[in-house]
């Protein structure tokens, strides 16, 4: 039925056509604000980015200071807790609270950078595959293939280990790994867009490709890239937790919250604390991203389906 | 005691911007043997009155009554169990897409069957003979290889007979037809409309034919009930309605569709101008008043419905014109 | 179709071949392995004698031709540190990660296809909405911290299973829940997701309309298509299972190919890397493969096509 699909540009009730219009801003904001997911992983993530980038606001320790005498404190609902070290410390008698902050600028960085680097390349190659089409998306999406044939986490390891693990190292080779979903999106947003009526007119008044691309096919397929990117950096540090708890990824004795769990992991029979932590400022972190890039793809959707 | 009885149905659908009046107090009943064609353009609510005949409404739309009966089964009180054991069995549904209404993953042969079986006691092989014996009546040729069929390897002609013959599976005693040649090629749609027909009168059933084509309600149906923006603006047999159209909106769907032996050659077709109204929030008075060059304040109050002749109804404070020319 | 499976067949051993060229000259071009494995300790005459011993000093070209003409008969070379056949190596340790990979696999599809089909057929209720929280948590849950999470309530706490090792079926529990948990959100969506689609479809209404009861209409009409692109999905999740049992294996101490390709990396012993980076992805191609026929045989408009 037409009629059920009424849309705000339509009379609202009776003959009278009385269009409602909002800005895209207010519209977004409204949606937003009305999106449980939503709001929960930015508080989330709003949450997190505060306490790392604001560290020594929130602690004097210094998350480097060794003190052996200090070591495996547990954290102050326990026993032998103090409000000292509220998290305790771990194995070398570091401040666990002040690892966990600073080890969340580790995450919340490797994140951006690996998406900032994989986001470029997929877009191109998706951008490039569904404006040309032809071969070019032929030779484009066997190149998607080949990528998605290669196990992710061994090929980072087996590189870590070749050019020398460090921080820069799993940047790099994340980014180069986790561009794949980026190039499918882009892939089938810009065949979409590619044969739209204004792309025609833009090609039809004489406008070079790359005009096209940057001012009618970017802006046109921003948001689901947008979604992709949030996904993304959360796998990114999924993994570099997983590289840097196999020893491969993030080098002592820099605080990232998957070398936190590999370095307790000796000592969590007794002292279970020195991985359940680091593990939910993981597990929150993630969830908090997901939840964003989840709730932006139901905002940002052309059309509420309800 | 007609087979079907309807009176004053009422279907709301809330939505984002409001509640929707899709359906707005439809009466109308149907005797065996009858063909009632519900005409009237997409909007008009006539799809989701054939829905709500058989309780198949979207989830979110209610659906009001004062009374609803089938065979003197109230509907409306009827469970969902009871609709299901009638559905399939007494009264049957054709939709509008052949191409998308059969399930792709399993054979002609399946799907019939399984609306045989699911009423009817029947062994497999009893209920494979009845589906041949209907692909043949249904005019499909060689029958028995068609069961092992899918979907996708028929034309839309020939699914719109699997259709059919779905339906007449538990010989039913209504069937409900939605625009059930609208898909198809202008020159299949005769031959189903025609086979509709021919299996009605064979059958004895009640059928019920929605559709937006005039040219098959004149061919087809004995009764016609013609809606406009969810409410029945006139109804009565087809030679009353046809022959005196008296709603202002009947009058000018008539001049704009060509009817054999009305319009002349050569003579340019009528438009109505304007736009249905929305149906979120209330409307009071007549839906048409804003297209209708007649319109006065008396429209913008309620309407009664007047009688103008054995069964033939109208809702509009108007007296009746001839139709011009 | 079979111009379809020839076509299919031909992408797929083509991207064999560039992923062996990748594997080949990632190993290659890190440095000189000849130093390597001669040790720091080693005489020029020493490092000159193992890079003879093990062909370093042809050609690239005519050291890929023959590393690409021995993995196709499954012989990857010898391993640099077990002095082993890698072939041999190899065969020991697949059969466990394939069996935790399958159990994972079955785990995950169990738990995923049915939560996922009653979100969809309960839409909006509160069922949904737990389904739809548990997959967003789920995902955020790092695999290894999972797995010794599980370690600390089930093995250490409650004693119910043991810790690590593979000796009997009861060591594969906790390994298959943590390398299954990864799988069952996308999973339990994409089924959620195939079933609200088809649900809304017009042949579930005629379904309806023949008076059929919902379980038949939800399980025969429904669920049926609504699993096809699952079956895709969960050929390519088998395969990253295979490549992500590397961490579980850590976690588990599970001497399957995860662990030795995790050991090989530590010593360089670039043989075995090599050959589980080629194994691993050749699989994946494989399952891929066997998705697209398993997908024609579901769907019979594709088998046609």
């Known amino acids: ?306 | 005691m007609p087979l079907l009885d309807v009176d004053h149905l009422t279907i709301e659908i809330p939505t984002e911007a409001g509640l929707l009046h899709a359906v707005n107090g439809v009466s109308f009943t149907l005797e065996r043997g009858e063909t009632l064609a519900i005409v009237g353009e997409s909007g008009s609510g006539k799809s989701l009155t054939s829905l709500a005949l058989m309780d198949l409404l979207p989830s979110r739309a209610v659906r009001k009554a004062r009374s609803m009966r089938f065979d003197g089964i109230d509907l409306m009180a009827a469970g969902r169990r009871e609709m299901e054991d009638l559905r399939g069995d007494r009264m049957a549904m054709i939709f509008q897409e052949p191409m998308t209404s059969l399930n792709p993953a399993y054979t002609v042969g399946d799907q019939l069957t399984e609306a045989l079986r699911r009423h009817r006691p029947v062994s497999r092989a009893e209920a494979r003979d009845r589906a041949v014996h209907l692909l043949e009546r249904v005019g499909i040729t060689a029958a028995a290889s068609r069961l092992g069929q899918y979907p996708h390897q028929l034309s839309g002609g020939l699914r719109q007979r699997v259709m059919i013959a779905m339906g007449l599976m538990c010989e039913p005693d209504l069937i409900i037809a939605d625009e059930p040649t609208t898909a198809l090629d202008v020159t299949i749609q005769a031959q189903i409309l025609m086979l509709l027909r021919d299996i009605q009168r064979e059958f004895g059933m009640g059928l019920i034919l929605v559709t937006h084509d005039l040219g098959v309600v004149a061919r087809v149906a004995t009764k016609v009930a013609v809606m406009y923006a969810g409410r029945l603006i006139e109804t009565g047999p087809v030679e009353a309605v046809f022959g005196a159209p008296s709603h202002p909106y009947t009058q000018g769907l008539l001049r704009a569709i060509p009817v054999p032996g009305r319009t002349r050659p050569g003579e340019p077709l009528g438009t109505i101008p304007g736009q249905v109204p929305n149906l979120i929030g209330p409307l009071a008075g007549c839906a048409f008043r804003n297209r209708c060059d007649r319109a006065t304040e008396a429209c913008a109050a309620a309407i009664p419905e007047r009688d103008l002749g054995p069964g033939h109804r109208m809702a509009c404070v108007l007296d009746p014109v001839a139709v011009p020319a | 179709m079979l111009a379809f499976l020839l076509r299919r067949l031909a992408v797929a051993l083509s991207v064999v071949l560039t992923v062996s060229v990748i594997a080949f000259l990632l190993l290659h071009l890190s440095g000189d392995l000849a130093t390597d494995l001669a040790g720091p300790e080693a005489s020029p005459e020493q490092v000159a004698r193992v890079r003879v011993e093990y062909g370093l000093d042809q050609p690239l070209m005519v050291q890929y031709g023959q590393w690409l003409a021995g993995a196709a008969r499954f012989d990857f070379g010898r391993s640099f540190y077990f002095r082993e056949s890698v072939a041999s190596l190899l065969g020991d340790r697949i059969p466990i990660t394939l069996k935790l990979g399958a159990i994972a696999l079955g785990l995950a599809l169990a738990v995923a296809i049915p939560l996922g089909a009653l979100a969809a057929v309960k839409r909006g209720s509160w069922f949904d909405r737990a389904a739809l929280a548990f997959c967003a948590l789920g995902q955020a849950v790092p695999t290894f911290w999972l797995g010794l999470t599980l370690i600390i309530i089930f093995a250490v706490n409650l004693r119910w299973l043991p810790v690590s090792g593979n000796a009997t079926w009861s060591h594969y529990v906790l390994p298959s829940v943590a390398l299954g948990w990864y799988a069952i959100p996308a999973v339990m969506r994409l089924t959620r997701n195939g079933m609200l689609d088809v649900m809304a479809s017009d042949y579930i209404r005629t379904a309806r309309a023949k008076g059929l009861r919902p379980h038949t209409v939800i399980f025969k009409h429904a669920l049926r298509n609504a699993v096809v692109p699952v079956v895709a999905l969960a050929a390519v999740q088998f395969g990253f299972m295979l490549g992500g049992s590397i961490v579980v294996e850590a976690v588990f101490s599970l001497q399957g190919l995860g662990q030795l390709a995790w050991e090989a990396i530590a010593r360089k012993d670039f043989p075995v890397v090599q050959a589980i980076v080629m194994l691993l992805a050749t699989i994946y191609i494989l399952l891929t493969f066997l998705a697209d026929l398993l997908n024609a045989w579901l769907d019979p408009r594709i088998r046609v096509a």
């Open chain 1, 1 to 306: 039925m037409s009629t059920t699909s009424a849309s705000a540009s339509a009379p609202a009730a009776g003959f009278d056509p009385v269009p409602v219009r909002r800005s895209p801003l207010a519209r977004f904001t409204k949606r937003a604000t009305r999106h449980p997911g939503f709001m929960a992983g930015a508080v989330l993530l709003a949450v997190i980015l505060v306490l790392s980038i604001g560290a020594p606001l929130f602690t004097a320790h210094d998350p480097y200071a060794q003190d052996i005498s200090r070591r495996l404190i547990p954290p102050v609902w326990h026993d032998k807790g103090s409000w000292e070290h509220w998290l305790g410390t771990d194995k070398l008698g570091r401040d666990y609270f002040a690892r966990l902050l600073y080890g969340g600028r580790i995450s919340l960085m490797i994140g951006a950078a690996t998406v900032l680097l994989s986001g470029i390349i997929g877009t191109a190659l998706g951008v490039a595959a569904g404006f040309f089409g032809g071969r070019v998306d032929m030779v484009i999406g066997y190149i998607i293939n080949v990528r998605l044939a290669l196990p992710v986490v061994l090929v980072a390891l087996a590189v870590a280990a070749l050019v020398g693990t460090s921080l820069n190292t799993v940047i790099v080779v994340l980014g180069l790994l986790l561009w794949d979903r980026f190039a499918v999106v882009a892939r089938s947003t810009t065949q979409q867009i590619a044969h739209a009526d204004f792309v025609g007119a833009a090609r039809a008044i004489g406008c070079s490709t790359r005009l096209i691309v940057f001012s009618e096919v970017l802006p046109n397929i921003l948001n689901p890239l947008i979604v992709v990117a949030t996904l993304e950096m959360a796998h990114a540090i999924l993994l570099e937790a997983a590289l840097s708890f196999l020893g491969l990824g993030v080098q002592p004795p820099l605080p990232s919250w998957g070398l936190m769990i590999s370095e307790g992991k000796q000592y969590m029979f007794f002292s279970p604390w020195v991985i359940t932590i680091p593990g939910v400022a993981l597990v929150a972190l993630v969830l908090g991203i997901n939840l964003l890039g989840d709730g932006l793809r139901d905002v940002t959707a052309p059309d509420n389906r309800s």
